[in-house]
């Protein structure tokens, strides 16, 4: 494992390297020691201001983040329901301080906050999610390990759906939700609407409102990045990524499978060209980590 996460490890990071790493280190319960001795000098301080030591190591942060929710949403784990807002509110406000468009932002919320929902109410997992902002581009990246979709839609008993390329699909056609299909135990454990507080079950816990699930699926996700010019989204989820940019619709086939979802989300925020590279940087890091 050590050569594989040396092979990640660079002097720059994204978010989507950033969580997904997280929730392998998670996971596997990677020693903090294993991860220092692959980290240098100056991404090791990144890493702290963002949070990535305090989610995974406890370890407090020592320095005021006086530009968390401006220039970077920190990284955080979700792991139960109480998270998401606090997710959501984070890496929306890093967004809405670099779009004007008061709409698309509006739209990105719920997609976001639905995201981060689906971790523990679909997955019922564990997660991490954060934003990046650089000069010509934010960055949202979300990941977790809650089986993906082939098996929460084979769990929710969605009939016809066999293999991971079906799943990605069914789940992008509008109005398709996994919850029509759910059925809910009456003496299953669950929270009342008005709990407040940590959950003592996790993501094991219920909410049932009708708020909750409001069906803001992938659909939404790439109707929405198609609204914006050049920008960039990555879906992965077991052995299938599938990559939009620009309309094009890229379909690769990894050689690992990831036992969850991961996405990242590229928005260019001026005229400057948006990043850009030949690899997908979920396929690589995918690939690496095995």
């Given at each position: 494992?050590?050569?594989?996460?040396?092979?990640?490890?660079?002097?720059?990071?994204?978010?989507?390297?950033?969580?997904?790493?997280?929730?392998?280190?998670?996971?596997?319960?990677?020693?903090?020691?294993?991860?220092?001795?692959?980290?240098?000098?100056?991404?090791?301080?990144?890493?702290?201001?963002?949070?990535?030591?305090?989610?995974?190591?406890?370890?407090?942060?020592?320095?005021?983040?006086?530009?968390?929710?401006?220039?970077?949403?920190?990284?955080?784990?979700?792991?139960?329901?109480?998270?998401?807002?606090?997710?959501?509110?984070?890496?929306?406000?890093?967004?809405?301080?670099?779009?004007?468009?008061?709409?698309?932002?509006g739209q990105l919320a719920n997609v976001i906050s639905e995201l981060h929902d689906n971790v523990c109410s679909h997955g019922k997992s564990f997660g991490f999610s954060m934003a990046q902002v650089y000069t010509d581009r934010i960055e949202f990246a979300i990941?977790?390990?809650?089986?993906?979709?082939?098996?929460?839609?084979?769990?929710?008993?969605?009939?016809?759906?066999?293999?991971?390329?079906?799943?990605?699909?069914?789940?992008?056609?509008?109005?398709?939700?996994?919850?029509?299909?759910?059925?809910?135990?009456?003496?299953?454990?669950?929270?009342?609407?008005?709990?407040?507080?940590?959950?003592?079950?996790?993501?094991?816990?219920?909410?049932?409102?009708?708020?909750?699930?409001?069906?803001?699926?992938?659909?939404?996700?790439?109707?929405?990045?198609?609204?914006?010019?050049?920008?960039?989204?990555?879906?992965?989820?077991?052995?299938?990524?599938?990559?939009?940019?620009?309309?094009?619709?890229?379909?690769?086939?990894?050689?690992?499978?990831?036992?969850?979802?991961?996405?990242?989300?590229?928005?260019?925020?001026?005229?400057?060209?948006?990043?850009?590279?030949?690899?997908?940087?979920?396929?690589?890091?995918?690939?690496?980590?095995?």
């Amino acid at each position: 494992m050590e050569k594989g996460l040396n092979a990640v490890l660079p002097n720059f990071w994204l978010p989507c390297n950033i969580v997904v790493l997280s929730t392998y280190i998670k996971k596997n319960q990677t020693p903090k020691n294993e991860i220092d001795g692959l980290i240098n000098i100056t991404a090791k301080e990144y890493l702290y201001n963002i949070g990535f030591y305090k989610e995974l190591y406890q370890v407090p942060l020592n320095t005021r983040q006086r530009n968390s929710g401006y220039t970077y949403s920190p990284l955080t784990l979700i792991d139960f329901h109480d998270n998401v807002n606090t997710a959501t509110t984070t890496v929306t406000s890093c967004i809405r301080s670099h779009l004007n468009d008061n709409n698309l932002v509006g739209q990105l919320a719920n997609v976001i906050s639905e995201l981060h929902d689906n971790v523990c109410s679909h997955g019922k997992s564990f997660g991490f999610s954060m934003a990046q902002v650089y000069t010509d581009r934010i960055e949202f990246a979300i990941a977790d390990l809650g089986g993906g979709f082939l098996r929460v839609l084979q769990r929710a008993g969605v009939p016809g759906i066999t293999t991971d390329l079906e799943a990605i699909q069914w789940c992008l056609q509008k109005n398709n939700t996994s919850t029509k299909y759910e059925k809910h135990d009456d003496f299953e454990q669950s929270l009342p609407e008005d709990f407040m507080g940590i959950s003592p079950m996790g993501c094991n816990s219920r909410f049932r409102t009708e708020d909750n699930h409001q069906g803001l699926g992938l659909d939404f996700l790439v109707d929405l990045h198609k609204k914006f010019s050049r920008s960039i989204l990555q879906i992965a989820s077991g052995k299938i990524c599938v990559e939009f940019r620009n309309g094009t619709i890229l379909k690769t086939d990894s050689n690992l499978e990831w036992k969850g979802v991961a996405i990242n989300l590229t928005i260019p925020i001026d005229k400057t060209p948006c990043y850009n590279t030949d690899i997908s940087e979920l396929d690589e890091i995918l690939n690496m980590i095995g």
